[in-house]
T-cell receptor
């Protein structure tokens, strides 16, 4: 099992640019989660999907953030336009069902200059 | 507002010591509590607890949940340097969301 795969591993870009983070969940997992982790705020849930449908996006900080899951094996988190305060590690996780442990990807370390 | 609190936030011990990490929570509709270990990259799953008073064990690690007092502890006995990590507690709010605590940063010195 390849686990949850995220890309890129690192992203450095200038403020104002569009950033797209990608995630491939574990095959067969119906739930996909996007998290952001910073020293100040810890791990925050941004949005999660069930069977490709967004269920709860109340954690998305503002309209500059958007997430899609066009199929069961791919999801994107987009920030447009990016700002320095968006700098963080963004994790994607998946789980096979409710009340099941989540499996995390290795994260994307995002730096906005 | 749903909340998960962990203590201590940081802990430094020597190899062989036993540590107890604490997690308390306030959520509207508790379903389960999970412990994760985060080293350099992704959090990795340790335990899921749903029932009070039933200890879960994995090697030197064990955890228990008290749903009446709304807390859980994670014990690590005979600590090793490889136990150095951030330990995260998370609560599943009945599928509405997952709330993570700030984590306890454990450093085990040789």
């Amino acid at each position: 099992d390849a686990g949850v795969i995220q890309s890129p591993r690192h992203e450095v870009t200038e403020m104002g640019q569009e950033v797209t983070l990608r995630c491939k969940p574990i095959s067969g997992h119906d739930y996909l989660f996007w998290y952001r982790q910073t020293m100040m705020r810890g791990l925050e849930l941004l949005i999660y999907f069930n069977n490709n449908v967004p269920i709860d996006d109340s954690g998305m900080p503002e309209d500059r953030f958007s997430a899609k899951m066009p199929n069961a094996s791919f999801s994107t988190l987009k920030i447009q336009p990016s700002e320095p305060r968006d700098s963080a590690v963004y994790f994607c996780a998946s789980s096979p069902g409710t009340n099941q442990p989540q499996h995390f990807g290795d994260g994307t370390r995002l730096s906005i200059l | 507002e749903d909340k998960v609190v962990q203590s201590p936030l940081s802990l430094v011990v020597h190899e062989g010591d036993t540590v107890t990490l604490n997690c308390s929570y306030e959520v509207t509709n508790f379903r389960s509590l999970l412990w994760y270990k985060q080293e350099k990259k992704a959090p990795t799953f340790l335990f899921m607890l749903t029932s009070s008073g039933i200890e879960k064990k994995s090697g030197r690690l064990s955890s228990i949940l008290d749903k009446k007092e709304l807390f859980s502890i994670l014990n690590i006995t005979a600590t090793q340097t490889g136990d150095s990590a951030i330990y995260l507690c998370a609560v599943d709010n009945y599928g509405q969301n997952f709330v993570f605590g700030p984590g306890t940063r454990l450093s085990v010195l040789p």
